[in-house]
T-cell receptor, first 113, second 114 residues
Framework: SQTIHQWPATLVQPVGSPLSLECTVE??????LYWYRQAAGRGLQLLFY??????ISSEVPQNLSASRPQDRQFILSSKKLLLSDSGFYLCAWTLEGAVGGYTFGSGTRLTVV | AQSVTQPDIHITVSEGASLELRCNYSYGATPYLFWYVQSPGQGLQLLLK??????LVQGIKGFEAEFKRSQSSFNLRKPSVHWSDAAEYFCAVGSINYGQNFVFGPGTRLSVLP
């Protein structure tokens, strides 16, 4: 069966420090991958999505970036974190056509201090 | 543009009472419709989905939803709420005509009174 792993679960980072969040999917091939952010008490904001290795689309301009070095690996990065980057980050995957819906990871709680 | 609205930001019901969470969408193509639930500090879990066919769909945890094309709605219902149903609920719309990117509603927070 397919599973999605996301880590770390929680992270506290100082302003100006780098960031790397990782997401991996098992049990499927060529998934579409997504990074979402939830600010406190807010809905889901799509940050990046990828339909294949090296193919990244950005939905919102920001100081974050994403990479997909392998088929089932999706990384969210920042060179210098801002206070406004705090939030709950969710990785998700779906297959082409998305008829099965998204499957979400368990999320990373990022606090920038 | 595609959009999803969930008119109720927060709903409080008593345990054992019935529940209906509203979802309305604006979409230019035949939609796929989903309901997700999110417990505090957790990821989103798929409750149910609609693609075609019977407009009343059954999901996990005793939830059901009804697609009404004429009203552009996909309301989520449960006949008897349990305390463990307290969570955030998100409606989402997708369409193969618009690729794989869903549009999520803002969410409805459900509180359950003992």
């Amino acid at each position: 069966s397919q599973t999605i792993h996301q880590w770390p679960a929680t992270l506290v980072q100082p302003v100006g420090s780098p960031l790397s969040l990782e997401c991996t999917v098992e049990g499927t091939s060529n998934p579409n991958l997504y990074w979402y952010r939830q600010a406190a008490g807010r809905g889901l904001q799509l940050l990046f999505y990828s339909v294949g290795i090296g193919q990244i689309s950005s939905e919102v301009p920001q100081n974050l970036s994403a990479s997909r070095p392998q088929d089932r690996q999706f990384i969210l990065s920042s060179k210098k974190l801002l206070l406004s980057d705090s939030g709950f980050y969710l990785c998700a995957w779906t297959l082409e056509g998305a008829v099965g819906g998204y499957t979400f990871g368990s999320g990373t709680r990022l606090t920038v201090v | 543009a595609q959009s999803v609205t969930q008119p109720d930001i927060h709903i409080t019901v008593s345990e054992g009472a019935s529940l209906e969470l509203r979802c309305n969408y604006s979409y230019g193509a035949t939609p796929y419709l989903f309901w997700y639930v999110q417990s505090p500090g957790q990821g989103l879990q798929l409750l149910l989905k609609y693609f075609s066919g019977d407009t009343l769909v059954q999901g996990i945890k005793g939830f059901e939803a009804e697609f009404k094309r004429s009203q552009s709605s996909f309301n989520l219902r449960k006949p008897s709420v349990h305390w463990s149903d307290a969570a955030e609920y998100f409606c989402a719309v997708g369409s193969i005509n618009y690729g794989q990117n869903f549009v999520f509603g803002p969410g409805t927070r459900l509180s359950v009174l003992p």
